[in-house]
């Protein structure tokens, strides 16, 4: 990071990702290693701004406790927390924790957005795994409203819709309905020459995205961006956490990779949500110059080693 030109821009640092146990556990011991990091990376860039450091999480089960076991539903999971959780007897400080929430620059979630019905998002359906993580945020006595009084900022570190059939990443989703409801599912590695992996078919669009078919799962994740980008410039009304949110990152790995990033001419991206994308943010910039928050949509980096 010393070797990052001070006049490159912002720079962030994201020490977990997805982790539960991990952080609830050890909130002291990442607070120490945060501090460390902040002061190394400065000092190395001296006239650069100070580097935003923060945390990614899961939108549930934020706590790993393993001591629970394995529970079925989410339900039952919320039910046993409910009836027996007990942080201190666990060995979970959570002053720390909450401290450690308080301290970073900003909190990442990990929010893959599931929808019942790919023709009709509801109103702030969005939020559905913000208000899970809130719920779990009650049992450490704090809530994202607090975190983010504090000068936290809250980010959606990593979502998207992959359109894939399982979890081993080998095929795509049989329809839309499927891709709606696990869109943490996708396809591993680029497009195959016969285009038999591509939920979304985008051999059969141009340039502009103009299509020759109808694909359900392409015309889903259209909407999803449509609606998404609808939602995080509070043009649904009425939700709770929307103009919490500082920044949105996409996950770009395999089929979840709309901007195609990785595989340019054999890729599963769409032009039309690039333009939604483009569109969106282009709003987000006007309204941080003068009316509303900034909310921006832009690509997670990561490394894919199926992408070549």
Known sequence: MSSIPADAGDLALTVAGEMGATVTFYASEWLEVIDRARTRIDASRPGSQPVSIGIQLNANKLCGCFETGFIGTYEEFMQRFEDDFRPEELGIDVQAFVGLLKAVDYVGVSAYVAVDDPTSIRACEFEDLLIRFDKELAFYNTSIDDITSSGTALQLAETGIGGGAGQDGKYPAPD???????????????VKEDHSNDPFQMHKCDAAGVCTDSNEIREYRRYFYEQ?????????????????IEAVYLWATGSFDVLELYVPDRGYGDPAVVQTIVDHNAAA????????????????PASDPFAS
Do not use: H, I, K, T
Request: hydrophobic share 40%; with cysteine; charged share 15%.
């Open 176 to 190: 839309a309905l499927s891709a709606a409801r696990r869109p943490y599912w996708g396809v591993q590695g680029p």
């Open 228 to 244: 998404f980008s609808a939602y995080l410039l509070g043009e649904q009304g009425g939700c709770l956490y929307d103009s919490a």
């Open 285 to 300: 910039r006007l309204r941080l110059n003068g009316v509303v928050d900034q909310v921006v949509l832009a690509p997670e």
